[in-house]
Nanobody, 123 residues
Framework: QVQLVESGGGLVQAGGSLRLSCPAS????????MGWFRQAPGKEREFIAG????????SYADSVKGRFTISRDNAKNTVYLQMNSLKPEDTAVYSC????????????????WGQGTQVTVSS
């Protein structure tokens, strides 16, 4: 059974940092492109960052470019999202997702999802 379990969320002041982790079980992460998405209350889920199976290719939403960094450690079967210079508008539930094959940036393209972790940024 495939499981993605996000951790590292919490409450942080604006300008602060958080690092999200997403260890995977039940699959060989090196075969999967990975993505981070977020969903704020009353808003649609949006793509935040993605990384190819070997880490050679990354993609970011304009809203987080230069502030967030996605990375992966295939030996640990884990993907990370380093979030710096956080803003109140970054408040959302953050989810990681796995896609067998090449990197895509739309949610329907992903095969497996975690339950999400709440990130709250206070002003």
């Amino acid at each position: 059974q495939v499981q993605l379990v996000e951790s590292g969320g919490g409450l942080v002041q604006a300008g602060g940092s958080l690092r999200l982790s997403c260890p995977a079980s039940g699959l060989t992460l090196s075969m999967f492109a990975m993505g981070w998405f977020r969903q704020a209350p009353g808003k649609e889920r949006e793509f935040i960052a993605g990384i190819s199976w070997n880490g050679d290719e990354t993609s970011y939403a304009d809203s987080v470019k230069g502030r967030f960094t996605i990375s992966r450690d295939n030996a640990k079967n884990t993907v990370y999202l380093q979030m710096n210079s956080l803003k109140p508008e970054d408040t959302a539930v953050y989810s990681c997702a796995a896609r067998l094959g090449i990197l895509k940036i739309t949610a329907p393209e992903f095969d497996y999802w975690g339950q999400g972790t709440q990130v709250t940024v206070s002003s």
